[in-house]
């Protein structure tokens, strides 16, 4: 982060402090990272760098999910989807962010349900459509 400064390009300086909130939910300070990746979600979404706001809001999720937020871990899971196809990512990339959302759907129906919520879906047999 201290190089990127120094060279006063703000997408590196963006890319870094991404990379510094990794670390951070890595060593299980979740709210801290959190805290930091919104920041650098809305810095990216304002300057119209959708890679590093897609690559900023998937991290994020991962956050949501590590605490068991997964309602909110959904949320940019989904949103890094839609990110990721707007840039015009590979196939590859588009499926590994497909298979994230399809991991925290399932995380998220196992909480509903052990809470006793009834999951949309449920009772039709079928999955999200």
């Known amino acids: ?32 990272a959190i805290v930091e990746l919104t920041g650098c979600v809305d810095e990216a979404r304002g300057r119209d760098w959708s890679a590093l706001e897609a690559f900023a809001v998937q991290n994020r999720g991962k956050c949501y999910f590590d605490q068991a937020e997964y309602e909110h871990a959904l949320s940019d899971m989904t949103a890094a989807v839609f990110l990721r196809e707007k840039l015009g990512a590979s196939p590859a990339e588009i499926e590994g962010a497909l298979t994230a959302v399809a991991v925290v759907q399932r995380f998220l129906e196992a909480q509903r349900a052990a809470a006793g919520e009834e999951t949309p879906g449920a009772d039709d047999g079928g999955g999200p459509a």
Request: aromatic share 10%.
């Open 1 to 32: 982060m201290r190089q990127a400064r120094f060279t006063g390009d703000r997408e590196q300086l963006l890319g870094a402090r991404i990379r510094r909130a990794q670390v951070l939910q890595y060593q299980g300070k979740f709210d801290e």
